[in-house]
Structures are given as C-alpha cells and as structure tokens.
C-alpha cells in the first residue's frame, strides 16, 4: 500500500465520497421517488379506472336508460342494473310507461376494466373514469352503489 492510500484510508476520503453522493441526492430538487399520495401521478390517457355513471348537468337526472346493455356485455357479471316501469309524462302525452332506473350495482373487485360495458352503453352515460384508488377495505365495499356512481368516491386531498 502506498503512503496516498494509506492516508485515503486514515481520513476514510472514500467514506465521504459516498455520503456525499448520498445526501446531494436528498436535495429536494433530486428527489426522483414518488411522492403519492401528496402528489398524485399522472395517468395515461387511455387507463381505465373507476366506472361512473354520469347524469345530466342540466337537470341532475341520470343518463342511464336502464336498458341492460352493459349488464349483458359485461363477460365478469359484475353489473347489475334494476328498473321498474313508471308512468311518465312525455310531449304532452300522459299514461305512457316507460322503464325507469332505480339501482344500479357496479363489483369493481371482479371487474377486468375491459371497457366492453361501456362501449356497449347507447347513451355513453358509463364510463371508466382515470381515478385509479380503488382499494377498500372490506368486500362490501368493493361494490358501488348508484349514488357512489353517480357522485364517486370522496378524493382526499393530501398537502405537501
Ligand atoms: S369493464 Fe369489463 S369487466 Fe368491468 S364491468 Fe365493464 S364489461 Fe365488465
Ligand atoms: S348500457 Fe348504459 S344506458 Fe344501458 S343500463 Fe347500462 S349504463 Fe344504463
């Protein structure tokens, strides 16, 4: 060994070396983890994520026609839609009957995110939205109701 060496190691030169490799990578401008969920990452343009069923803005009735399509396309089962025939009021026209949505069941747990019910839909009212939280504790919770369809789930904002 020689005397530059010996004195490297005496003053473990190459112990600092590293650490400052280290903590020059810990300046905030280098940070290159992800820091989800206070900063929510991007998402490609055509991911499919949580389904929503939308309704129109205009008079808060949902879009949904309740004819069963997606139901019927869906290879998981994993839709379930509910209706009844109401009497509805339409040009004028009363006594007319007409199949009306009342529940409507969405298993996110079996669902493949295929797409197939919602290119299925003839009113485009679902569709998988980009939100990709869909963890949930419980089984039940994995099955979304009409009103969580309709509104989504709460999205908690987390600060930096
Ligand atoms: S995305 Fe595919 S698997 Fe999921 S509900 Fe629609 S049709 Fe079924
Ligand atoms: S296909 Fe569309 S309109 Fe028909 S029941 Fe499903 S969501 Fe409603």
Redesign the pocket.
Known sequence: MNWKKAISRYLLIDLLKGLRVTFKQQAPGEIITEQYPKVRPPVGERFRGAPR?NIDPDTGESL????????VACPENCIE?GWENREVTAGGRTGQKRKV?TTFLFDTSRCLFCNL?AE????Y??ELTQDFELAAYTRKDFIWDREMLEHGREIRKYQR
């Open positions: 069923l949904c026609i309740a004819c069963n399509l997606c139901a839609v949505l019910c299925a839909c003839p009113t009212c679902l």
